[in-house]
Structures are given as C-alpha cells and as structure tokens.
C-alpha cells in the first residue's frame, strides 16, 4: 500500500514536471530517491507512455508521389526531378563477415537549389509543431530559411519561423598519422549511409487556432568545404518524405 501511495504521488508529479520539460532531471530523481530497480523501471515506463501521447503525428506525405505532392500542394519549381537512393540509416553494422545484417532499403526524393512550398494538416489545439524530414545526406551543410502562413488564408502571410540546418554530410575526414603527434594525413571517406531524419520546431504562436499550415523552406547554400583549399561538394536541399507532429498538453488522470 505504502509503495502504490508513494508511486502515484510520483507519478502525478512527473506528469506536471513533463509538463514543463524537465525529463532528464525527473529521471535522476527518482533514481536517487529509489533503491528498487522494480519502482525505477515501472516509474519510467509510465513516463515515456505520458510523454508519447503528447506529441501525435497528423500529417505526411512523399515528395516523390505525385498523388501525394498534389494533395499537400507541393511545388518547387527548380526541384530535380525524382530519383532513387539505395542506402541505409546509420543503424549498425550492414554485414557481418559474408553475411549481410542490415539490409539496403530504397526511397526516392528531390533535391532543390531554390524554394519549396507545402500544406501540412495540424491540430489546431496544439502547442507547437514538430516537422521531420526524411533526406539524402550526400549534399553537405543543407541550410534553409523556413517560413510559415496560415494555409487557410486568400494570400500567404509568410512568417519566419527560423533556419533550419543539418551540419555535416556522408563525407569526412579521417587521418590517423603512426606517431600520435605526426603530420595531419588528411584521408576522405565515404561512408554508405545517405538517409537521415532531422526535426524542425515550429513555435505554437505560428500554429496554434490553425487546422493547416503553409511552410516555404527557402534553399540557402553554405559554401564551406570538406578539407580547407578544396572545391565546395554540391549543395542542394534534399526532401524525400515530411512528417508534422502536434505537441499537446497531457490530459488530466
């Protein structure tokens, strides 16, 4: 009794504290405050069930599926045109001796130098918006300026919502000179992983009240190469699936 008294008291107080954000500082806590692994496990579990009823994906759709582009009004006129990539996420090893562990998987996207535009459903009872892109991770440092509209509206009212930016691409180097302090031996390597996923925060003054959203992310190239002195890799904005995910406050127990 006494231990199911004090699991709903902690219980109710996680809930406000996830409220708030402080996961990471409710977890220490209650590692600190209980001893039994049982408690720990049982308490957290029902945390990461609270925390994952509050933010619900309510909108997707595939560039490259032309049913799919026109129902969420995709447009980007300078875009390429749709190609495959045959590659996998950064998920482990692919084989092991002859033996292949982690399977290839094929997807198909664009890839932009200019703008693209596109609807995305939300739920007007949100409290902010989560976008996910899924993209090909061989154009290096892909940069966009990303603005938003009510996607009701006669005329877009475009709003900044922010950059959003993944650093880095599936080029790199590596040097691994004899002596620990010998001269740098700069080596590219190519690794074959080329899909990604990477998020975006849309703050809930740009989506709140609105049953859909116009976004424009807008191409803005960042000429840095991989190695100092050497030519700039080709730079696009790569698009092969987006996602938009609604925050919500938890309901009441």
């Keep these: 009794m006494m231990r199911d008294a004090c699991f709903s ?15 990471f500082e409710i977890e220490e806590e209650f590692v600190i405050m209980w001893r039994d692994v049982d408690v720990i496990v049982e ?12 933010v619900v994906q309510t909108d997707k759709f595939n560039v490259a599926d032309e049913a799919d582009a026109k ?15 045959v590659s996998r996420y950064e998920l482990g090893v692919d084989h092991l001796k002859d ?3 982690y399977p290839a998987q094929k997807m198909v996207g664009r890839a932009t130098t200019g703008e693209s535009t596109f609807v995305m459903k939300i739920d ?6 989560m ?25 877009p009212n475009w709003q900044p919502a922010g950059v959003w930016y993944t650093a880095g691409s599936n080029k790199c180097i590596y040097s691994n000179p004899r002596q620990e302090l010998g001269v740098f031996e700069p080596k590219i390597e190519i690794s074959n992983r080329r899909f990604r996923d990477d998020e975006f925060l849309i703050g809930r003054d740009l989506t709140r009240g609105k049953k859909a959203i116009r976004i424009r992310v807008k191409f803005t190239p960042v000429n840095r190469p991989v190695i100092q002195g050497e030519p ?3 730079q696009a904005w790569s698009e092969i699936r987006y996602a938009a995910y609604c925050f919500g406050m938890p309901k009441a127990p």
């Design 232 to 234: 700039v890799d080709p």
């Design 71 to 85: 129902a969420h009004q995709y447009d980007s006129p300078d875009a390429s045109k749709p190609y495959e990539i």
């Design 99 to 101: 033996q292949e562990v």
């Design 9 to 23: 008291q902690i219980a109710s107080l996680a809930k406000v504290e996830v409220t708030l954000g402080i996961c």
């Design 43 to 54: 308490i957290l579990i029902k945390i990461s069930l609270a925390i994952s009823v509050q």
């Design 124 to 129: 007007p009872d949100n409290w902010g918006v």
């Design 131 to 155: 976008l996910r892109r899924t993209l090909d991770y061989q154009f290096p440092n892909q940069r966009a300026e990303v603005l938003v509209s009510d996607a009701d509206a006669k005329e």
